[in-house]
């Protein structure tokens, strides 16, 4: 098996490996990085209006024949871990002609992420995986297991072919609501592995004020408790483990968690992957409407959830007048600071 990392030894996302065989090709991840080659904060803006030989002459996209749109087809996937940005970013420029590998949960938050976030990538000719079960892409055999991390229904690959055992962790942690997925890995890893590519975005930091998530749901509890006003909480409406300690925490709290549109919409796609995922119309969950995400559900042809979603609708009126037992999940953007003027 030879292995190629294409982008990603020195530097956190950004990721993008090859794998092949006499007979096979695979990528794993096509990550946008996260900075420049200065170190510098990479502006995803940068990849529009260009075409693929210049981004490729400018080094953003790597120089791989046979994976790009208007070129000869040469690989027989692409795996994905997760829905990061700095693992699937530059996906959109690939040969549409080669199958996309992903799991599920990735599927749609990548959907989701296009019609919300513009990522302009329209997701074709994917092939949904279930974790832990076993792929055959020519010559190669690839087992996602699924991982803690932030984005949802991540995975890593064990990839096996030519007599070697390849072992590609993808983003992962242990200190999530999936950590015990780490320490089963931990028991009982895969046994010998050749090769063990693994992502190193947080090699090390200070202790911080919380252990894990479950540190994160119970000192959100007391400061909810103690509040006497609304409560914001910034976080990423796709960080889904995020929003449930927020959503226990306001519950335990005897206060109402103000979710948006786009939230709503979020917990909804994924309810059939989690039947646990706190939804729109739980108790203690209200949902916000705001015109920018009600004019995007309508272009993306759900204008019936809107409706579905008006249920447990709630109007800054009514948040205003029980602002101590209000819990507002936000964003640091436009809409953050048009709530705050009302
Ligand atoms: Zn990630």
């Known amino acids: 098996m030879q292995l190629i ?11 993008c490996v090859e794998l092949a065989t006499g007979s096979t090709r695979i990528l794993i991840d096509m990550g946008m990085p996260l900075v420049d080659e200065k170190g510098e904060r990479f502006d995803s803006k940068v990849v529009e209006n260009k075409s693929i030989p210049e981004l490729i002459a400018s080094r953003i996209l790597p120089a791989i024949k046979g994976l790009y749109q208007g070129e000869e087809k040469g690989f027989d996937a692409v795996l994905l871990s997760h829905a990061h940005l700095d693992h699937y970013g530059l996906l959109r420029f690939i040969n549409p002609a080669i199958p996309v590998f992903m799991s599920s949960g990735s599927t749609k ?30 010559e190669l055999m690839v087992t996602p297991f699924l991982v803690d991390h932030s984005a949802f229904d ?22 999530g609501r999936k950590g015990v997925l780490f320490e089963r890995f931990l028991a009982h890893p895969p046994s010998n592995i050749d090769c063990l590519l693994m992502e190193g975005s947080m090699l090390g930091r200070a202790k911080g004020q919380y252990e894990d998530e479950k540190a994160v749901e119970v000192n959100l509890t007391r400061f ?10 910034f976080c990423s409406s796709q960080n889904i483990d995020r929003l449930v300690s927020i959503y226990r925490a306001a519950k335990h709290a005897s206060s109402t968690l103000v979710i948006d549109l786009y939230t709503a919409y979020i917990l909804d796609r994924l309810h059939t992957e989690h039947s646990r995922l706190p939804q729109y119309d739980w108790p203690n969950m209200r949902v916000k409407h705001f015109m920018a995400h009600r ?5 993306s042809n759900n204008k019936h959830l809107l409706d579905k979603y008006s249920k447990t ?10 602002r101590k037992h209000m819990v507002m999940l936000m964003r640091d953007n436009s809409i953050f600071r048009a709530c705050l003027r009302k």
């Open 5 to 15: 990392i294409h982008r990603g030894t020195k530097e956190i996302g950004g990721s």
């Open 109 to 138: 938050l990548i959907e989701i992420s296009s019609q919300f976030i513009n990522t302009k990538l329209e997701l074709q000719n994917v092939t949904v995986f279930e974790q832990f079960k076993p792929l055959v892409i020519g």
């Open 154 to 175: 991540a995975a890593a690959f064990l990839v096996e072919g030519n007599g070697k055992r390849l072992f590609y962790s993808g983003d992962f942690r242990g200190h």
């Open 224 to 233: 909810f408790k103690e509040k006497d006003n609304i409560a914001f909480v």
């Open 295 to 299: 004019d995007t559900l309508e272009r």
């Open 313 to 322: 609708a709630i109007k800054i009126e009514e948040i205003n007048l029980n």
